[in-house]
């Protein structure tokens, strides 16, 4: 078992920048690949970011490439994701989720490829 709970979410104006975190708990972190997940009123979950378990490799959806960065501190068993140039439509409830990364020959990026799931953390950007 692995316990996720995301932090960091908050208010913030178009343009800011956010850094979420998600701190685990359980098995050895370390071996696990993480996603950032988000999902807006009315809109399926959607994929954001993942990471290996290395770091080595890491996938960002179109939408935030560029703006967003996934990193992990092992040591730390943390998982962050840095939100740079923030818009209206980033705003959603961020998720983060886990599965075991050997499972697996590319990143995952789809949301029933993870089996560990945090509680979620709301991000809202105003315009």
């Known amino acids: ?7 960091g979410g908050g208010l913030v104006q178009a343009g800011d920048s956010l850094r979420l975190s998600c701190d ?7 071996r696990y690949v993480v996603g950032w ?16 378990w290395s770091g080595g490799t890491t996938y960002y959806a179109d939408s935030v490439k560029g703006r967003f960065t996934i990193s992990r501190d092992n040591a730390k068993n943390t998982v962050y994701l840095q939100m740079n140039s923030l818009k209206p439509e980033d705003t959603a409830v961020y998720y983060c989720a886990a599965d075991f990364d050997p499972y697996y020959s590319t990143v995952p990026k789809l949301r029933g490829e993870y089996e560990y799931w ?3 953390t709301q991000v809202t950007v105003s315009s």
């Open 1 to 7: 078992q692995v316990q996720l709970a995301e932090s």
């Open 24 to 30: 685990a708990s359980g098995r050895t972190f370390s």
């Open 37 to 52: 997940f988000r999902q807006a009123p009315g809109k399926e979950r959607e994929f954001v970011a993942a990471i290996r």
């Open 118 to 120: 945090g509680q979620g």
